[in-house]
Nanobody
Framework: QVQLVESGGGLVQAGGSLRLSCVAS?????MGWFREVPGKEREFVAA????????SYANSVKDRFTISRDNAKNTVYLQMNSLKPEDTAVYYC???????????????????????WGQGTQVTVSS
């Protein structure tokens, strides 16, 4: 099972930017980012296909966040701009798709669609 390690979280003021990174221990295919707030279910943020040619975003982050990847470094990134206090969460990287979801599927992916997860990185946006 591939190991995933996230980094880049921190404290930022509203309107600011952060870039998260997720390094995989081996080759990965579709990769995604989710986030979780205490007391709520982990929710989808963004995903990217192996080639990078196909991406998917949650409506709440569309036009503010950008997912990208560097396969030579086994790394996926999440560039987060125009951050809002409601973006505060632990952000998790995920891979190992199960169940047939792809970045072109209309359905919003669930945590069960991914089989491997990182440990998470905290993002806090102050108002």
């Amino acid at each position: 099972q591939v190991q995933l390690v996230e980094s880049g979280g921190g404290l930022v003021q509203a309107g600011g930017s952060l870039r998260l990174s997720c390094v995989a221990s081996g080759r990965t295919y579709t990769m995604g980012w989710f986030r979780e707030v205490p007391g709520k279910e982990r929710e989808f943020v963004a995903a990217i296909s192996w080639s990078g040619s196909s991406t998917s975003y949650a409506n709440s982050v569309k036009d503010r966040f950008t997912i990208s990847r560097d396969n030579a470094k086994n790394t996926v990134y999440l560039q987060m701009n125009s951050l809002k206090p409601e973006d505060t969460a632990v952000y998790y990287c995920a891979t190992d798709l199960r169940g047939g979801w792809t970045t072109t599927t209309k359905r919003v992916p669930e945590t069960a669609d991914f089989g491997s997860w990182g440990q998470g990185t905290q993002v806090t946006v102050s108002s």
